[in-house]
């Protein structure tokens, strides 16, 4: 991205359902990268005005909380019954969600290393803007168990989910680095600190090399 100051690394994330792209994300933060959370920046869009008028004409006012702001869980249940639902709620959302990332792009420090925290990344078309898209894997049964267990939520849900999404192999396939997540948060920690090592280490303008 021309507007980016000095030389600035974007990560980006892609990985399963719950196969812990936001376990990745802090891991990366807490080596010091810079975290973008696009999740944050479309709970954001979802409060503008114009935005949540335009959902609640789409979708009915059901979506809508006792305060008149957008129940994300309500509008996700709309929405993901709802091929053509789901498509107005992209094309109404995600480009208000891209240019807000683009600006904080612009705005981070020369040299710094950032981690694009998208949960549809390749989807909405952001790994356009990275530099590095990293893959996380875990096995469907490790998926499913997080997702019950942390997330709350049913037997089931991730596969549906999926379904909407780009599929596992098309994620490989975009991906420049493969992280594998089906052991403990030690065993995460390790892989995630050789991944920063490399990135350190890559020259460019603004950055000295350091060891591997």
């Not at 996700?76 to 995600?94: I, M, N, P, Q, Y």
Request: with cysteine.
């Amino acid at each position: 991205m021309s507007s980016r100051p000095g030389h600035v690394i974007v990560l980006g994330l892609v990985g399963g359902v719950a196969a812990g792209k936001s376990a990745l994300a802090a891991e990366l933060e807490r080596l010091g990268a810079d975290r973008i959370d696009a999740d944050a920046v479309a709970h954001e869009v979802l409060g503008i005005p114009e935005i949540v008028e335009t959902l609640a004409k789409r979708f009915g006012r059901e979506i809508l909380g006792p305060d008149g702001r957008i129940d994300r869980p309500a509008l996700g249940r709309v929405v993901f019954a709802d091929e053509k639902g789901l498509a107005f709620l992209e094309s109404t959302v995600h480009p208000r969600v891209r240019r807000r990332l683009e600006r904080r792009l612009s705005a981070v420090a020369p040299g710094s290393i950032v981690v694009l925290d998208a949960p549809l990344l390749v989807e909405n078309g952001l790994d356009a803007i990275c530099d590095v898209v990293v893959m996380i894997e875990a096995g469907a049964a490790n998926r499913e168990r997080r997702a019950v267990e942390y997330r709350k939520w049913r037997t089931g849900e991730v596969a549906r989910r999926e379904r909407h999404q780009v599929s596992l192999e098309a994620k490989r396939r975009r991906a420049d680095v493969t992280i594998e997540n089906d052991g403990s948060l030690e065993d995460l920690r390790r892989e995630v600190e050789t991944l920063w090592k490399r990135l350190r280490a890559r020259p460019g303008p603004g950055r000295e090399p350091t060891e591997a």
